[in-house]
């Protein structure tokens, strides 16, 4: 949809299956091999054959082509095959393509996933180590030299913007640090499953970049999680409740750039996520006190606190006091700090359970969810919903 006019997506695809491997430190397998364990979970889940999937979509930073996948889970002919840049902001962009698809006829099932070694492979919270030339390569530029290496000391300078345009200090991070561990403590599946933590325990954790600390990064994950997608119409003859696809964006701000947006006017803000929330709102004509749950991208907790602003479920620099206040659920499986991080994939898992009500944490009735994906990149949300 453009920012000027509603689209006609919603409310034409559902979610019908979903899956994930086991989240773990070192997976002991490739990320193909992850890769087609989510995706053959996701069908079971689904109730739908391998065979009758005929579209994939990934992220292009993912390592297992879709041809590959498709053999390794008996998978044959594809008619739509599709890829998404900008590393976690892709997340929610590949259901929204893989609705597309459904929506025009080009595909009549079609199966998102993403997996990776991300902390016994390639770790990307180690940085920087080597840029091939490019113009993303050059955006770069202006801010490797300086010190500015790590997705963590990129997100600091807006971080420190932020405390200091709203007078607040680390501590308000450390809301969203908490609610996120309260929720992975009572996940089986989360990696801090049973270990919540308290505001004094957010403070005390080290300096990592400030005012980021320890405590404020996401984890490094290895593991998949792949999504099912089909029409509504199908999806109502299925095992599972049809989890419809009730608005989907994508959205790059001006002067964006790869989480090194600082040229821009105003640092303590997420433009991008402007862009998608003016989108969601617009297409489904909901608003944030429609909402019953949102699952919020949290690489780092002081975006998790724009994107409730830029979305409208409080004031600038108020979303702090509104996380304190559990004003709204989040992130109820715990997030990327607490169950996994898996590029937010597992995230919209969380929607998709709360939606059925098989969530662990289940927010009762719940029956609108918003997801988003990567910020500090050109990104995308959902807004997903029960059937009728």
Same mark, same amino acid.
């Given at each position: 949809?453009s920012?000027r006019?509603p689209?006609?997506?919603?409310?034409?695809?559902?979610?019908?299956?979903?899956?994930? &491997?086991?989240f773990?430190?070192d997976?002991?397998?490739s990320?193909?091999? =992850?890769?087609?364990e989510a995706?053959r979970?996701a069908?079971?889940?689904?109730?739908i054959?391998?065979a009758e999937v005929?579209?994939?979509?990934?992220?292009t930073?993912?390592t !297992?082509?879709?041809i590959?996948?498709?053999q390794?889970?008996?998978?044959?002919e594809?008619t739509?095959? !599709?890829?998404?840049?900008?590393g976690?902001?892709?997340?929610c962009?590949?259901?929204?393509q893989?609705?597309?698809a459904?929506a025009?006829?080009?595909a009549e099932?079609?199966v998102c996933?993403?997996?990776?070694?991300e902390r016994?492979?390639?770790?990307?919270?180690?940085?920087?180590?080597?840029?091939?030339? !490019?113009?993303?390569?050059a955006?770069?530029?202006?801010s =490797?030299?300086?010190?500015?290496?790590?997705?963590?000391s990129?997100?600091?300078?807006a971080?420190?913007?932020?405390?200091?345009?709203?007078?607040l200090?680390?501590e308000?991070?450390?809301?969203v640090?908490?609610?996120?561990?309260?929720?992975a403590?009572t996940?089986?599946?989360?990696y801090?499953?049973?270990?919540?933590? &308290?505001?004094?325990?957010?403070?005390a954790?080290?300096?990592?970049?400030?005012?980021?600390r320890l =405590?404020?990064?996401?984890?490094e994950t290895?593991?998949?999680q792949a999504?099912?997608?089909?029409?509504v119409e199908r999806?109502?003859?299925?095992p599972?409740p049809?989890?419809v696809i009730t608005a989907?964006?994508?959205?790059s701000?001006?002067?964006?750039?790869?989480?090194?947006?600082f040229?821009?006017?105003?640092?303590s803000?997420?433009?991008e996520?402007g862009?998608?929330?003016r989108?969601?709102?617009?297409? !489904?004509g909901?608003?944030?006190?429609d909402?019953?749950v949102?699952i919020?991208?949290?690489?780092?907790?002081?975006?998790?606190l724009?994107?409730l602003?830029?979305?409208?479920f409080?004031?600038?620099?108020?979303?702090?006091?509104c996380?304190?206040e559990?004003?709204?659920?989040?992130n109820?499986?715990?997030?990327q700090?607490g169950?996994?991080?898996?590029h937010?994939?597992?995230?919209?898992?969380?929607?998709v359970?709360?939606?059925?009500?098989?969530?662990?944490?289940?927010v009762?009735?719940?029956?609108?969810?918003l997801?988003?994906?990567?910020?500090g990149?050109? &990104?995308?949300?959902?807004l997903?919903?029960?059937?009728?």
């Open positions: 949809m920012a006019r689209d006609r997506l919603g409310g034409r695809a559902a979610v019908v299956g979903i899956g994930a &491997t086991e773990s430190k997976s002991g397998r990320e193909l091999t =992850l890769a087609a995706v979970a069908l079971d889940d689904a109730g054959a391998p005929d579209g994939l979509v990934t992220f930073m993912d !297992s082509p879709e590959t996948v498709a390794a889970c008996g998978i044959g594809l739509f095959f !599709s890829r998404v840049h900008y976690g902001g892709a997340a962009a590949t259901v929204q893989a609705a597309l459904v025009t006829g080009v099932v079609v996933y993403r997996a990776f070694n016994s492979g390639r770790r990307f919270g180690s940085g920087v180590q080597h840029r091939e030339p !490019s113009a993303e390569g955006a770069l530029g202006w =490797l030299p300086f010190g500015l290496l790590t997705p963590a990129w997100v600091a300078m971080a420190q913007r932020y405390l200091h345009t709203y007078g200090t680390p308000a991070f450390g809301q640090a908490v609610v996120d561990r309260r929720h403590a996940n089986p599946a989360a801090f499953h049973g270990k919540p933590i &308290t505001l004094d325990d957010h403070a954790s080290r300096w990592i970049v400030e005012p980021l =405590l404020d990064c996401c984890q290895d593991g998949g999504i099912v997608v089909t029409s999806a109502r003859d299925l599972r049809p989890v989907a964006a994508q959205g701000g001006r002067a964006q750039e790869q989480m090194t947006s040229y821009r006017d105003d640092l803000g997420l433009p996520m862009v998608v929330a989108q969601l709102w617009s297409g !489904s909901l608003a944030p006190a909402i019953d949102a919020l991208y949290d690489h780092f907790t002081p975006f998790v724009m994107q602003e830029e979305f409208g409080c004031g600038r620099g108020e979303a702090a006091g996380v304190a559990g004003a709204l659920p989040l109820t499986h715990g997030g700090l169950e996994a991080y898996l937010g994939m597992n995230g919209i898992a969380e929607a359970r709360q939606i059925r009500g098989t969530a662990v944490n289940q009762p009735h719940a029956a609108r969810a997801v988003t994906a990567g910020t990149v050109p &990104t995308s949300g959902l997903l919903g029960a059937d009728g």
